[in-house]
């Protein structure tokens, strides 16, 4: 059997954060557009459709907006975005999952980005570094706005 040498392993970038909030509480958060806009800072325009397979979301400065689909949606434990390729991704589609468990009396949440392994390897390690930084921060966010909105 021969390997290919440049053969890459499949790349993704996840991160996970414990919230002390309903797991509902969390699904509205992350899946409705009026929310993502309060917990990611409001600066980017947050557009859905319809809460359904298939739907359109638009997101970013409205002048330039990135659309993208909705590729799963499990209520409330899965909500999975396909992103088509972006000039900022090099022309590679990229997709990112939401997941919600049951943990201590709260919930977890876990995305997870897929895709980096499409990318030209100058760039790939910077791109997955920069989206584990900025889910990071995300989650930190998505964390403090329900658990202000709770109190």
Do not use: C, N
């Not at 059997?1 to 992350?30: G, Q, Y």
């Not at 468990?101 to 570094?129: C, K, M, N, S, Y």
């Amino acid at each position: 059997m021969h390997i290919e040498e440049d053969f890459i392993e499949l790349l993704s970038v996840e991160r996970s954060i414990w919230i002390a909030v309903p797991r509902e509480r969390v699904w509205h958060a992350i899946t409705e557009a009026k929310q993502i806009t309060q917990w990611s800072g409001g600066d980017d325009h947050w557009e859905i459709t319809a809460r359904q397979v298939g739907a359109t979301i638009k997101f970013g400065d409205p002048q330039d907006l990135m659309l993208a689909t909705i590729a799963v949606l499990d209520p409330p434990r899965e909500f999975a975005i396909e992103w088509p390729p972006q000039p900022q991704y090099h022309g590679i589609a990229m997709r990112t999952r939401y997941l919600l468990g049951e943990e201590h009396g709260g919930i977890r949440v876990t995305v997870i980005e897929t895709g980096f392994e499409a990318l030209p390897a100058a760039i790939r390690q910077q791109r997955v570094d920069q989206t584990a930084k900025g889910y990071a921060t995300v989650l930190q966010d998505l964390k403090a706005y329900l658990e202000r909105s709770a109190a």
